[in-house]
């Protein structure tokens, strides 16, 4: 299994960004993809998260309305669409997978089997 996050970078306030998770190694449909983020100090916290087979979604209410994410099934890609961007977004992002299940606690990390090395976003 491969995740592989790409798009970070530094971004002023008020500015967006598209964050883009690459996988391999499994198969697509049937899992919930998530994105978290870590700030050094302090707990991963789940963002955003799609299930691939059905396209529901799940965000936090930090993010509600200003991020979303995506996916292309044929790119087994998920994306990380973040607009209105505010320096308390500054963290790393890292993308996860799960297979999806009857009770499965889509916005807790530890419900995330794969991850993958993460992406930095600063927002200044």
């Known amino acids: 299994v491969q995740l592989v996050e790409s798009g970070g970078g530094s971004v002023q306030a008020g500015g967006s960004l598209k964050l883009s998770c690459a996988t391999s190694?499994?198969?697509?449909?049937?899992?919930?993809m998530a994105w978290f983020r870590q700030v050094p100090g302090k707990e991963r916290e789940g963002v955003v998260g799609i299930y691939t087979t059905s396209g529901r979604t799940w965000s936090s209410d930090s993010v509600t309305g200003r991020f979303t994410i995506s996916q292309d099934k044929a790119k087994n890609t998920v994306y990380l669409h973040m607009n209105s961007l505010k320096p308390e977004d500054t963290a790393m992002y890292y993308c996860?997978?799960?297979?999806?299940?009857?009770?499965?606690?889509?916005?807790?990390?530890?419900?995330?089997?794969?991850r993958g090395q993460g992406t930095q976003v600063t927002v200044s």
């Open positions: 996860a997978a799960a297979l999806g299940r009857p009770g499965l606690l889509v916005d807790n990390p530890s419900s995330y089997n794969d």
């Open positions: 190694g499994f198969i697509f449909t049937d899992h919930w």
